[in-house]
């Protein structure tokens, strides 16, 4: 893994955070909310995770 591979892991992650701070800034922390921000941190960070973090054969 090179440093290009972290500098846009970490890009990703900030702007991840930044969208979740929006949207709990502007509708407040209730259990859809927290249902919305696991849901997305899902959607964006396993297939992140399964494509630079893995080994190639499938394994950590």
Same mark, same amino acid.
């Given at each position: !893994?090179?440093?290009?591979? &972290?500098?846009? /892991?970490?890009?990703? /992650?900030?702007?991840?955070? /930044?969208?979740?701070?929006? !949207?709990?800034? =502007?509708?407040?922390?209730? /259990?859809? =909310?927290?249902?919305?921000? &696991? ?22």
């Amino acid at each position: !893994m090179n440093g290009y591979v &972290i500098f846009r /892991a970490v890009c990703l /992650a900030l702007l991840w955070l /930044a969208l979740c701070w929006l !949207m709990l800034s =502007t509708r407040g922390f209730n /259990a859809w =909310t927290l249902f919305v921000v &696991i849901v997305s941190g899902v959607l964006v960070f396993v297939p992140v995770y399964k494509k630079y973090f893995r080994d190639r054969n499938g394994k950590n």
